[in-house]
């Protein structure tokens, strides 16, 4: 069976959720299954064309699977956090939600000018977040060299946001 119809197999759909009409992919059955956290880790790496100088994770779910492939090349894991959360010095990026916005921090010297960083999250919707981590990466002066997700929601078109970013998005599934 392949990488994708597993992770497949085990992402629960939870239908209205977080509102009416909305179908959730639960991602939390993944952890469960040791094996398979483990072929998803060894699936981001095998597709990465250049070994990055760190990984960063998008709060929370981000945190995840990019720590383990940080762990596991020996490479720095930097955290993407929501505003306030923090504690030391930090640059920020506010951008706009469907209604209202948002912000993001990175703590200022968690990254090193021109480092090559691949940003992780557990899924690819709209590419807002995604698009705000990379500004984040440009302004400390390292370069976006690719950004990998376990789920891709393709008609949401994230991918349109992030291209201009860096053409190498992987998705490990998509709907």
């Known amino acids: 069976m392949s990488l994708a119809s597993e992770i497949k197999q085990s992402i629960r ?11 959730f992919k639960d991602i939390t059955p993944l952890f469960y299954d040791q094996e398979l956290c483990s072929k998803i880790v060894d699936g981001f790496i095998g597709q990465m064309t250049v070994i990055p100088d760190a990984i960063i994770g998008i709060e929370s779910r ?16 930097v955290l993407l ?21 948002s912000k993001i921090e990175i703590h200022e010297d968690a990254l090193k000018k021109d480092w090559n960083v691949i940003i992780h ?12 981590a990379s500004q984040l990466v440009k302004q400390i002066g390292a370069k976006v060299i690719g950004f990998n997700f376990v789920v891709g929601l393709d ?7 992030l291209i201009k970013h860096s053409k190498n998005i992987i998705c490990l599934v998509n709907y």
């Open 121 to 132: 999250d557990d899924l690819l919707a709209t590419g807002g977040t995604a698009e705000a």
């Open 13 to 23: 759909d939870v239908p209205d959720f977080p509102k009416p009409g909305i179908v």
């Open 155 to 161: 008609f949401l078109n994230g991918k349109e946001k």
């Open 62 to 77: 981000g945190f995840l699977f990019g720590f383990l492939m940080a762990n596991k090349l020996n490479k720095p894991f």
């Open 81 to 101: 956090r929501k505003a306030g959360k923090l504690p030391y010095k930090k640059i920020g990026f506010e951008y706009d939600l469907e209604y209202g916005t």
